[in-house]
Every structure is written in structure tokens, then in C-alpha cells.
């Protein structure tokens, strides 16, 4: 029974396994006519593609063009990758050289040599051109921040003109007549834009700009003529005469029909003074308008017909009270406005402190703005003003405790970045007046306060303002450069724009500019101390020494603390040999500011000329106190030692200054001569040729070498050394005189050694 069983499990097994075996015959059958049809697909497939490919290279045979387009599409792939997806930052400089290069490759298929009408867009840089726009908007870039010259700007204006991007046309056609105002072309593409816009304020002022380069195209002169219908604009009248004298006044009637629709707009949107509706809201905007044209008196006249059509709007109240206070300051009646537009509601805290700031009460300026933020301590603009007002004031510590009090959410305000990065800046100012030198950490804290504003108002002016002083200070002049062009086309007006200019090009080395721009400030800013302090440092360079000293002491009367202003009239003195002013004012540098190095080092130079030896090295060891490795302190403490007839306290602090900085030749010099008071020849020779290397035009160096060479019995040598004395200086008598001296010298040697008869 027992085997019957285990029979029956057996067969039951092997029938199992049988079932199995045939179903994997099945699966391996089916599986190969899968394989067998993948591959003809995949052949079907291979063909399709070859024969795509070919049809791909004849459709580019027939039209290289769009070839070439690829070009371009590889272009802005690689601007994208750059910009965006690499993970890495990139400095704006870099961002515009990026961008630059994209629109570059877009242009170099819009040709630029044939007429504007017979200029034709190819097929496919269209949605290039589309492609362009998205990436410079997501770049947050501007006209500006391209790199082209106003012929490309004009010319990518009119791409994206013809892919309805207007506001980078526009955009691109205003920074062509930027670049180039005799652009007739640009400022056409560009009216044409405001004109379809309805932007007819700009239009107005586009087509003025227009007439100054074809004063008479009648087309122009029509089109502004109606503009200016109904008006007691002068420039109306001008239009109307040349008309006339051109025999052409009246327009055709398609012209008719596009001007009669200007005209309508103008009167719907008051442009030109046409009458406006009577309501509060309409006036205050005519007068919003009116001033920004510079019509001030007409702009208060609106304002009063606001007024007496609604008196409690509280937004005419607020505007009469700027327009009074800048009309012969008028303070009283402007406070009265103030408080009545308070009372009804308006916003009037910044105003109020403007107004009053500006009239000479800083005190009362900060005390409206300290109540206004017990109630309402988020408002971050008027945090931001208070903060100013105490910087204005002296009070730097105030002014940061201001902002320290800011709520978190305060600080998305470009406003407070900005100050903070003012305050660094400030910190460092404050570190350069005590001790002469530049802290660079501040530098960096402003960098990063500054763009921290600009991440999140690209707009604020101010932050691109501070951000290339920060920059100048940190020496990234190019830098400095872009960011004080964005400062000038943000806030054109503002009084420290051409200063900043002016300190940058002063760095830079380019004192034309400098002095031009100073120039210019100086017509702005009649009380300036760093007016005269620019200009002294200018005239300074240029050599004239006397007017330098002159400028530095008109700095000086404004602020008697101005630490550089004194620093540097010490030394135009001390090379005007008025050694009694040089010293006075390093008495007063030292003594307000004990750690002030330069302050020190200059008045332990002004004692040597002086002969007072003991003197000088006592301030010197007071300076070597503040900074022991000071290297040219090491150097005057070392000539002080030789002149004292302390030679052998001379060699260690000379030793060090060439340690600390091997490319000081005076410290080189300096050890030659105490060689030389040694006796020590060859020694004193190698130090004077370490002053040459650091120094290529030391001339006593060179006359040192010489006079070492002189003394010896090789001649051609002496003579050599003589003649590099001579490349230096080409009229030193001492060297003249010590060559000839030489040459005779090897004459007669030559002589002697010929045959004696």
C-alpha cells in the first residue's frame, strides 16, 4: 500500500512538471515572435529616421538660413545654462556679458546693411526673438545691461517690436537715442510704440526730441500740433509757424483720421491742458502731471481747484502741502495742510519730517517720525527715514538702534537694507578717520546690505548707489561702473551721483573726468566738504601744490575734524616746504586722533626734515606701538638711528621692514648706507641693487652703485653704472662729470697698452 502511494506522488510530480516544461515552450515561442516583430520595427524605425535626416539636410540645403538659426538656438540654450540652471551665482557683470553675447548671435542674422524697408526678418528668429525676451525679463535686466551700441539696440528694438514685446522695444529703442540722439529712427519705432500705447505724455516728449533733429517734418510737427491743441503751450505756436512757412498747413485725410484719434485720447487723458472733469480725484492727477512737467504753479492751481471741489480729500491736502513748502518756503501753511490732511486720513509722517527736516528742525523731524512708529512700528519707510535723520545728525549709534527695533517683517524693505549698508559704510569711514587705513570688513557687510536691497528692488537707486562705493572701496572699479550707471539712470538728480563719479574716476587714475564731475556737483552742492576735498587731491596730483593747500583748508573750514583733508594738507605743506603748517596739522591729527597711523608716520617725516631727530623716533616707536610691522616706520626708525650716530640700533628694524615688505626699496637703500658706514661694501652694493629691483628709477640708489664702482679700479664699470645714472636722470652734472672722468681713464689705459715705438 505503502509503495502504491508513493507511485501515485511520483507520477502526480512528473505530470506537474511536464505541464511546466510545455507552458515555458509556449512563452519562448511567443517571446521570439515578439523579438522578431521589435525588430523589424526597429528597422522600420531606422529607416524613417534615415530618411527624416535626409529630408532634414535638403530642406537646409534650400534654405541656410535656418541652419544657421541653430547657431542661435545653442546660444540662448547656453545663456539659459549660465543664468539659470547651473547652480552657480553670477556677478551682474557676468549676467550682462552673458546676455550681451545671446542678443549679439540673435542680431547676427538681422541684416544691418540694407534699407529699413527692404529688411526682412528670416524665417525662425521670431520665436528666437520671443525666446530672447523671456530670458532677459526672468534675468530682470534692462536695455541698459546690454552691452550694444545704439545701432544693435535699434535694431533688437524693431525684433522685438515685430514679436509684440513693446515694453522691451520701447525699452531698447529709448536707451538707442540714449547712446545716439541723432537717431531719427529709434525715436520714430519708439513714438510709434507710445502712440499705440496711448503713453501720450512720452509720446509729447519723443516728439520733441524728434523735431530737434528734423525740425521740419510736417508729419511731426501735426502729430505734436495736436497734441498741443487747446493749450497755451509756446510750442504751439512754433509748430504752426514753421507749418505755414513750409506751405503745409493742413494734413491729408488718412492723416486726419490717426491724428483726429490722437487728439481724442489727449482730451480723454488731459494731456496739453485740455479741460479735465471738475472732481478732486481728475485735478489731483492733472497736477501729478503737471509737476513732474516742472509746471509748478499750474500744478498748485489744480490742486486749489481740487480743494474747493472736495475739502475732504485728504490726498489735494497732502500735495498742496509739498507745493507750498517748496514755494519760498512757506513752512507754516504747509504744516496747517499737513495736519489737515492727517486729520481726514492721509499718510503725511515721511512728509511732515521732510518738510520740517528741510527747514532746519532735524529735532522735530525726528520726533514726528518717532510717533508716528509707537503706532505703527512696520512701517519701514519711515524707519528707514529716522534711521537717515539720525545719521544726518551724528548720531550713528541712534540710527542703528533704529533699525536694530525694526520688526522681521520690516526687513523685506529694500529701505532698511539700504541703510544698514550705509551704516557699514559709515563704520568704515569712522575706522579710515582713527587709524588711516580701511577696515575691509565693514566694506563686505554694506556689499552684503546692498545687495540684499537690490534682490529686492532692483529699482532702488540708493542701493545702487551705495553698492559702487562699497565697490570702489573693495577696488572692483568695473564693477563700481555698472553699478553707478544703474545709481544715475534711477535717480539722475540725486546730488551725490557725480561725487561717487568723480571718487571713482579719481581712482582710476583719469583726473579730467574727476575734476569735470566735481565741477559739476559743485554747481548742486554749495556747502560741501567733499567738494573741495576731491578737488584739492586733483590739483594735488596735477602738481599744483599751493591751490592744493588752498581746497584742503576750504574742506577744513567746513569740517575741522576732516581727518584726510588735514592729512593731506600736511603733506602739500611739508612739500612746500612750510614745515611750521605741515606740523601743526599733524600735531592736531595725532592729538585728536592718537591711533591714526599715516597721522604719525607724517609727523615723524616732517621732524626729520627738521633735523629733530629724538623727536622723530620717539613718535616712531609710538607708531610701531600701534602697528609693529609697519614697514616704512621701520625704515624712518632705522635712518633715524644712523643720524643719531646709533648705527649698530639700526640694522634689526631695517631688517624687518625688508621682511615685512621685500618690494619697499627705501628699506633696501636705507640697510646699503649702514652697510656702507660698516665698511661692508659688497654687502651695502647687493642692498642698493634690491633698491633698484623694487624701485627701477631709485636715483641715489644708482648713483650709490656708481660711486661704489668709481672708487674700484675697473673703469668700464664705473662707467657702465654712470650711464644708468644717466637714463634716470640725463642732466646730472655729478654723472656727466664722473664718465668723462672714466673714459679718460680708459683711454689712457688703452694708450699704454699700445706698442712703443
Given at each position: 500500500?505503502?509503495?502504491?502511494t ?10 506537474a ?10 512563452q ?9 516583430s ?8 531606422s529607416?524613417r529616421?534615415?530618411?527624416l535626416?535626409?529630408?532634414?539636410d ?12 541653430l547657431?542661435?538656438?545653442k546660444?540662448?540654450?547656453?545663456a539659459?545654462?549660465l543664468?539659470f540652471?547651473?547652480g552657480i ?12 553675447h545671446a ?5 547676427s542674422?538681422y ?5 529699413e524697408?527692404?529688411?526682412s526678418i528670416?524665417q525662425?528668429l521670431?520665436p528666437?526673438?520671443k525666446r530672447?525676451?523671456a ?6 535686466m534692462k ?15 524693431e525684433?522685438?517690436?515685430?514679436v509684440?514685446r513693446?515694453?522691451?522695444a520701447?525699452?531698447c529703442?529709448?536707451?538707442?537715442n ?5 537717431d ?9 510704440i ?18 530737434a533733429?528734423?525740425p ?13 491743441d487747446s493749450?497755451?503751450d509756446e510750442?504751439?505756436?512754433r509748430?504752426r ?7 503745409a498747413?493742413?494734413t491729408?485725410?488718412?492723416?486726419e483720421g ?14 496739453g491742458?485740455?479741460?479735465p472733469?471738475n ?7 492733472k497736477?501729478?502731471?503737471q ?5 509748478f504753479?499750474a500744478?498748485l ?9 472736495d ?13 507750498v513748502?517748496?514755494?519760498g ?5 504747509a ?14 509722517a515721511?512728509?511732515e519730517s521732510?518738510?520740517l ?5 532735524a529735532d522735530?523731524?525726528?520726533?514726528v517720525?518717532?510717533?508716528?512708529l509707537?503706532?505703527?512700528?512696520g ?7 529716522l ?8 548720531a ?18 529694500a529701505?532698511?537694507?539700504?541703510m544698514k ?5 559709515v ?8 587709524t ?6 565693514p566694506?563686505?557687510?554694506?556689499l552684503?546690505?546692498?545687495?540684499r536691497?537690490?534682490e529686492i ?14 565697490l ?8 563700481a ?7 544715475r ?9 557725480s ?6 574716476f579719481?581712482?582710476?587714475g ?5 575734476n569735470a ?9 554749495k ?6 576735498f576731491i578737488r584739492?587731491i586733483?590739483?594735488a ?6 591751490e592744493?593747500r588752498k ?9 575741522p ?5 588735514r592729512l ?5 605743506a ?5 614745515l ?6 599733524a ?18 617725516e616732517?621732524?626729520?626734515n ?11 616707536r609710538e607708531?610701531?606701538?600701534l ?5 616704512m616706520?621701520l ?7 644712523i ?7 639700526a640694522?634689526?628694524p ?13 628699506a ?6 649702514l ?11 647687493s ?9 627701477p628709477q631709485?636715483?641715489?640708489?644708482r648713483l650709490?652703485?656708481?660711486a661704489?664702482h668709481?672708487?674700484?679700479s675697473d ?19 655729478l654723472?656727466r662729470?664722473?664718465?668723462e ?10 694708450g699704454?697698452?699700445l706698442p712703443?715705438d
Amino acid at each position: 500500500m505503502a509503495i502504491l502511494t508513493l507511485y501515485g506522488a511520483l507520477s502526480i510530480t512528473l505530470f506537474a512538471l511536464w505541464i511546466r516544461h510545455k507552458s515555458v515552450l509556449r512563452q519562448r515561442k511567443r517571446l521570439a515572435l515578439k523579438l522578431g516583430s521589435m525588430k523589424g520595427n526597429l528597422t522600420e524605425t531606422s529607416e524613417r529616421l534615415d530618411l527624416l535626416s535626409r529630408g532634414v539636410d535638403t530642406i537646409l540645403s534650400d534654405a541656410p538660413e535656418v541652419h544657421d538659426l541653430l547657431g542661435v538656438h545653442k546660444s540662448l540654450e547656453a545663456a539659459e545654462a549660465l543664468l539659470f540652471n547651473q547652480g552657480i551665482p553670477v556677478s551682474n557683470s557676468e549676467s550682462c556679458a552673458i546676455a550681451s553675447h545671446a542678443v549679439k548671435s540673435l542680431l547676427s542674422h538681422y541684416p544691418e546693411d540694407s534699407a529699413e524697408d527692404e529688411r526682412s526678418i528670416v524665417q525662425g528668429l521670431k520665436p528666437l526673438s520671443k525666446r530672447l525676451t523671456a530670458i532677459l525679463t526672468e534675468a530682470e535686466m534692462k536695455a541698459e545691461d546690454i552691452e550694444l551700441s545704439a545701432a544693435e539696440h535699434r535694431r533688437v528694438g524693431e525684433l522685438f517690436h515685430s514679436v509684440d514685446r513693446f515694453d522691451w522695444a520701447a525699452d531698447c529703442f529709448q536707451r538707442a537715442n540714449d547712446l545716439d540722439p541723432e537717431d531719427e529712427s529709434a525715436l520714430r519705432s519708439l513714438s510709434e510704440i507710445q502712440r499705440k500705447n496711448g503713453d501720450l505724455e512720452s509720446l509729447d516728449r519723443t516728439l520733441e526730441r524728434l523735431l530737434a533733429i528734423v525740425p521740419d517734418d510736417i508729419g511731426v510737427l501735426n502729430e505734436q500740433s495736436v497734441l498741443l491743441d487747446s493749450t497755451t503751450d509756446e510750442r504751439l505756436t512754433r509748430n504752426r509757424k514753421r507749418l505755414e512757412a513750409l506751405g503745409a498747413t493742413s494734413t491729408s485725410s488718412e492723416e486726419e483720421g490717426e491724428l483726429s484719434q490722437i487728439a481724442q485720447r489727449a482730451r480723454d487723458s488731459d494731456v496739453g491742458g485740455a479741460s479735465p472733469s471738475n472732481t478732486a480725484p481728475r485735478l489731483i492727477e492733472k497736477a501729478a502731471k503737471q509737476l513732474l512737467l516742472g509746471e509748478f504753479r499750474a500744478a498748485l492751481e489744480s490742486v486749489e481747484k481740487a480743494i474747493e471741489s472736495d475739502r475732504s480729500f485728504g490726498q489735494a491736502w497732502s500735495l498742496k502741502a509739498r507745493l507750498v513748502a517748496a514755494d519760498g518756503g512757506a513752512i507754516k501753511d504747509a504744516l496747517k495742510c499737513i495736519r489737515r490732511a492727517n486729520a481726514l486720513g492721509e499718510y503725511t509722517a515721511i512728509l511732515e519730517s521732510e518738510i520740517l527736516d528741510n527747514d532746519g528742525r532735524a529735532d522735530a523731524a525726528i520726533e514726528v517720525l518717532q510717533e508716528h512708529l509707537s503706532r505703527t512700528p512696520g512701517d519701514a519707510e519711515a524707519r528707514g527715514r529716522l534711521s537717515q535723520l539720525w545719521l544726518a545728525s551724528g548720531a550713528a549709534d541712534s540710527a542703528r538702534q533704529t533699525l536694530s527695533e525694526a520688526p522681521e517683517e520690516s526687513w523685506s524693505s529694500a529701505s532698511l537694507h539700504v541703510m544698514k549698508g550705509r551704516l557699514s559704510l559709515v563704520e568704515s569711514d569712522n575706522h579710515r578717520d582713527e587709524t588711516g587705513k580701511i577696515d575691509p570688513l565693514p566694506v563686505i557687510d554694506a556689499l552684503v546690505s546692498f545687495d540684499r536691497a537690490v534682490e529686492i528692488d532692483r529699482e532702488s537707486g540708493l542701493a545702487w548707489l551705495g553698492r559702487a562705493r562699497a565697490l570702489r572701496y573693495q577696488k572692483a572699479f568695473d564693477e563700481a561702473e555698472v553699478a553707478l550707471v544703474r545709481a544715475r539712470r534711477l535717480i539722475p538728480d540725486h546730488p551725490s551721483i557725480s561725487l561717487e563719479e568723480a571718487q571713482l574716476f579719481l581712482e582710476t587714475g583719469d583726473l579730467e573726468q574727476a575734476n569735470a564731475l566735481t565741477l559739476e556737483a559743485t554747481t548742486i552742492l554749495k556747502d560741501s566738504k567733499t567738494v573741495p576735498f576731491i578737488r584739492g587731491i586733483i590739483a594735488a596730483r596735477h602738481g599744483r601744490l599751493e591751490e592744493a593747500r588752498k581746497l584742503f583748508s576750504l574742506c577744513l573750514q567746513i569740517d575741522p575734524n576732516h581727518s584726510r583733508a588735514r592729512l593731506n594738507r600736511s603733506s602739500a605743506a611739508l612739500l612746500c616746504d612750510d614745515l611750521a603748517m605741515a606740523l601743526d596739522d599733524a600735531n592736531r591729527l595725532v592729538e585728536d586722533r592718537p591711533n591714526h597711523e599715516l597721522g604719525r608716520l607724517r609727523k615723524s617725516e616732517i621732524l626729520m626734515n627738521q633735523g629733530d631727530w629724538p623727536n622723530a623716533e620717539s613718535e616712531l616707536r609710538e607708531l610701531l606701538k600701534l602697528n609693529n610691522n609697519h614697514s616704512m616706520g621701520l625704515v624712518h626708525l632705522g635712518t633715524c638711528m644712523i643720524a643719531m650716530g646709533k648705527s649698530e640700533q639700526a640694522e634689526k628694524p631695517l631688517n624687518k621692514a625688508i621682511e615685512t615688505n621685500p618690494s619697499l626699496s627705501e628699506a633696501w637703500y636705507q640697510r646699503g648706507l649702514l652697510y656702507l658706514d660698516f665698511g661692508r661694501s659688497e654687502e651695502a652694493m647687493s642692498d642698493f641693487e634690491g633698491a633698484i629691483r623694487a624701485k627701477p628709477q631709485h636715483l641715489d640708489a644708482r648713483l650709490r652703485i656708481a660711486a661704489i664702482h668709481h672708487e674700484g679700479s675697473d673703469a668700464e664699470k664705473a662707467a657702465s653704472a654712470w650711464r644708468k645714472v644717466l637714463d634716470v636722470d640725463p642732466q646730472n652734472r655729478l654723472a656727466r662729470r664722473r664718465l668723462e672722468e672714466c673714459r679718460g681713464q680708459i683711454t689712457s689705459r688703452r694708450g699704454a697698452l699700445l706698442p712703443k715705438d
